[in-house]
């Protein structure tokens, strides 16, 4: 856990993903281990599957959206594959994440009527019980529009599982290092990011999620210095869905706030032994345990929508150029239209002037 946090922009699990130009050096130094380590290490993941895939993704608003998160439970002790592939179908999720029996489907908002038709779907799925309705994600507005390069080099990123710099930088004919820089820029204006497609099942160790309730009143700080201390492995998650929503409803207003964790463990039967210690921290009611197996995105969903607000783009009017002033009107020099300034500068050398320049100066 403790490479994927460096790895974490903000250092929380989150829908604002990973910095993807992070050298192994820099990864290295954050987490206090050497370079030969930190690479075979993420070499580990890809090979066990546990890495998946890097996914690029532009801001939600650029695409004239939002995103929405809604809760969904599945009945226990069966598998879910059915059930999953049925909601997929129904909700045509941008983002999936499971955690056991849960699932968490990451919606691109539609018009009402067709949200309705799709909450009515839903209902009819065997097996599928809905928590909550679709609830706004707060999202960084983007700071920058994308031009057409701009969205060419996000296509181009979409076009492999890894981001391919060099195969991108061709695409969009410009060099390596401008198209980092460029996506730098990007990303530091929100309009970029990338997402990794993780699978808990093949981790090299075990994995749990802990979502920690709070009493009424408690600071959510002070427990999460508490078990940092404890566990400083653990990776926290953005709370970005309150966890509330898995109470009955009768105890939900005597619980306070939480937060979710991602936390590696010594073996599955420890969890519940987890569960105890950190329920044991004071101001914490109660802490549900469970294994997270995968998050996915469905590639589909995103093409249509960044291919559709590409093309709204480009058939959008530029500003026209304002007008150049006419020459009467315009004063080329900064030396004044008396004569050319030969006073030397500041390195004892005369400013350099055109023969043209010379030939307008002379001629008014």
Not at 317 to 339: Q, T
Request: net charge positive; glycine share 8%.
């Amino acid at each position: 856990m403790r490479l994927l946090r460096a790895m974490s922009r903000g250092g929380l699990y989150s829908l604002r993903g990973i910095d993807p130009q992070l050298t192994v050096q820099e990864l290295a130094r954050r987490t206090g281990v050497s370079r030969i380590t930190a690479r075979r290490r993420m070499g580990l993941w890809r090979e066990s599957g546990f890495w998946r895939g890097l996914v690029a993704y532009p801001n939600p608003a650029l695409l004239g959206a939002s995103l929405q998160m809604q809760g969904i439970v599945f009945d226990p002790g069966r598998d879910h594959s059915k059930q999953e592939k049925a909601v997929g179908r129904v909700l045509e999720p941008a983002f999936m994440y499971h955690v056991q029996d849960f699932c968490s489907p990451v919606l691109l908002s539609e018009t009402p009527a067709k949200a309705a038709r799709r909450q009515r779907a839903l209902e009819r799925c065997r097996g599928a019980h809905v928590l909550c309705p679709p609830m706004e994600v707060e999202f960084a507005p983007s700071q920058v529009r994308l031009n057409p390069r701009d969205w060419g080099i996000l296509r181009a990123l979409r076009r492999s599982g890894a981001p391919d710099w060099v195969s991108a930088a061709k695409d969009v004919n410009v060099t390596v290092r401008g198209l980092e820089r460029r996506i730098r820029r990007l990303m530091d204006s929100n309009a970029l990011f990338f997402l990794p497609e993780l699978d808990f099942r093949r981790s090299p160790g075990t994995v749990v999620w802990v979502g920690v309730l709070l009493r009424a009143g408690t600071t959510a700080q002070r427990v999460k210095s508490e078990l940092v201390k404890r566990h400083p492995d653990l990776l926290f998650v953005e709370n970005i869905f309150p966890i509330t929503v898995f109470l009955p409803p009768e105890i939900r207003t005597q619980v306070g706030e939480g937060f979710p964790l991602l936390l590696p463990i010594e073996s599955a039967s420890k969890a519940d032994q987890l569960r105890r210690e950190i329920a044991a921290i004071p101001g914490v009611v109660d802490a549900l345990v469970g294994f997270p197996t995968q998050n996915s995105s469905r590639a589909r969903v995103w093409d249509s929508r960044i291919e559709a607000a590409a093309r709204r783009d480009s058939e959008r009017p530029r500003p026209a150029l304002p007008a150049r002033s006419s020459r009467a009107n315009h004063r080329p020099f900064p030396w004044g239209p008396e004569g050319i300034d030969r006073t030397p500068g500041p390195r004892g050398r005369t400013p350099a002037v055109s023969r043209r320049a010379a030939h307008d100066v002379r001629n008014g």
